[in-house]
């Protein structure tokens, strides 16, 4: 299947600090989605994305669809406790119908 | 309106039984896809069910398998549990699978192989 390459793979920041996490496909893709996860519970939507370079914000939370296709980045700005929890990328193939997930990010903010 | 739901949220099973968890997705919502969620692997696509149709399939053995009703509720099944199958299972909607979609999960069923 699809190869979703997401890094880093864990982050340790002081509250404050401004994030950023990113995404890498093998393949193209038609649609970029973000997702947060707390412990427990399934993946909440941060922001979607449905066309190259599209630039998206969602309050503190800043998300673009890479111009190749191929690639994405979420950026998270003045970190507050709250931000803690395992960020994913995914991704929609052009076949469609099936969205392929990155490793994730695990963010730790320490107040 | 109501979210994607899930049950059980919890279950242990021993090895050699089965199991089957139920999902039901957002209110107008036809597609329903199912993830297997363990820490060292992620996310794994199982399978997508649109219109009581298996559209898409992922890299499961035939142990695993699903079913999508008339209601677009949807149940997965896991025959002959093996330990590794420990994991989170998530169910995740969307309107139709294709196009400008996004998929909207459950809080996941937790299912423990003893």
């Known amino acids: 299947g699809q190869q979703l390459n997401q890094s880093p793979q864990s982050m340790f920041i002081q509250e404050g600090e401004d994030v950023s996490m990113n995404c890498t496909s093998s393949?193209?893709?038609?649609?970029w989605l973000w997702y947060k996860q707390d412990p427990g519970e399934g993946p909440v939507l941060l922001i979607a994305l449905y066309k190259a370079g599209e630039l998206t914000s969602n309050g503190r939370l800043t998300a673009q669809f890479g111009i190749t296709r191929k690639d994405s980045f979420l950026n998270i700005s003045a970190s507050i406790p709250s931000d803690v929890g395992i960020y994913f990328c995914?991704?929609?193939?052009?076949?469609?119908?099936?969205?392929?997930f990155g490793t994730g990010t695990s963010l730790t903010v320490i107040p | 309106k109501a979210g994607v739901t899930q049950t059980p949220r919890y279950l242990i099973k021993t090895r050699g039984q089965q199991v089957t968890l139920s999902c039901s997705p957002i209110?107008?919502?036809?597609?329903v896809s199912w993830y297997q969620q363990t820490p060292g692997q992620g996310l794994q696509f199982l399978f997508e069910y649109f219109s009581e149709t298996q559209r898409n399939k992922g890299n499961f053995p035939g142990r695993f398998s699903g079913r999508q009703f008339s209601n677009s509720r949807s149940e997965m099944n896991v025959s002959t549990l093996e330990l590794g199958d420990s994991a989170l299972y998530l169910c995740?909607?969307?309107?139709?699978?294709?196009?400008?979609?996004?998929?909207?999960f459950g809080a996941g069923s937790r299912l423990t192989v003893l």
């Open positions: 995740a909607s969307s309107l139709t699978g294709a196009g400008a979609n996004v998929l909207t």
């Open positions: 393949s193209i893709f038609n649609t």
């Open positions: 209110s107008g919502h036809r597609s």
């Open positions: 995914a991704g929609e193939a052009n076949t469609g119908n099936q969205f392929y």
